[in-house]
């Protein structure tokens, strides 16, 4: 399982955007734009797109 990252603006700490994927390549095949996370860090919303996401592998 493929977890969906961000990094909240304010904090610089990981946070998780909601979105998982079953493999790297349904990660890489996926479009974002406008999307909105409602970080759990600092309780801001942050956009959430191709250029803001990064994959991380999550724990079985």
Same mark, same amino acid.
């Given at each position: 399982m493929i977890k969906a990252m961000i990094t909240c603006p304010r904090t @610089?700490?990981?946070v998780f955007s909601g979105m998982a994927f079953g493999n790297l390549a349904a990660f890489d095949g996926v479009k974002l734009e406008n999307?909105?996370?409602? #970080? &759990?860090? #600092? @309780?801001? =919303?942050h956009l959430v797109d =191709?250029? &803001?996401?990064?994959?991380? +592998?999550?724990? +079985?």
């Open positions: @610089g700490k990981a999307n909105v996370v409602r #970080c &759990t860090e #600092c @309780g801001e =919303n =191709n250029s &803001t996401v990064k994959a991380f +592998p999550s724990e +079985p």
